[in-house]
């Protein structure tokens, strides 16, 4: 499957179906357009803290050409960044408590304030006590930087 139909496919789906899309198809696609199309797929999706282990198998997919995970503007903000990392990550204070996080961070504290505390598309964690998370990373332990909806977001899997 080339990525102009898989990016169909992925436009065709709500944002809560479009991550199960992408693991039904993933197995289809030749290595750049794996990444690219994990990033779509990921990038437009909610509520996927109940995938987070498939969400980390497909992150960590040992597959060739990952810098296609992220557009040129991303990868340049990467590799500015420092190589040590402030990252935060809005959270339930039973994902805290757990140490099973899910894989995105952010940059930015206001950020990771919203996701936790104002944020209402993640009907899973509705209800529940919620923090934010912060942790001191290397650079090179970020998988990615995503932009595309402005909230500095990186994929960080400990």
Not at 53 to 69: G, N, T, V
Not at 102 to 112: I, N
Not at 119 to 126: C, D, V
Request: aromatic fraction near 16%; glycine fraction near 4%.
């Amino acid at each position: 499957m080339d990525y102009e139909k898989a990016s169909y496919l992925l436009i065709m789906c709500s944002s809560f179906d479009r991550f199960q899309t992408f693991l039904k198809i993933k197995d289809e696609l030749n290595d750049i357009d794996y990444w690219r199309i994990l990033a779509d797929a990921y990038t437009a999706s909610d509520n996927l803290y109940y995938l987070k282990e498939e969400i980390k198998e497909a992150f960590l997919e040992d597959r060739s050409e990952r810098e296609y995970l992220m557009n040129k503007k991303e990868l340049k903000v990467y590799n500015s960044l420092p190589e040590i990392i402030t990252i935060y990550r809005g959270m339930t204070t039973e994902e805290l408590e757990s140490g099973d996080f899910g894989v995105s961070w952010t940059l930015s504290r206001e950020r990771a304030d919203y996701f936790a505390f104002t944020y209402g598309r993640n009907f899973s964690t509705e209800g529940i006590p919620k923090v934010v998370h912060q942790l001191e990373v290397k650079k090179v332990e970020i998988l990615a930087y995503f932009n595309e909806r402005n909230e500095q977001e990186v994929i960080y899997i400990p």
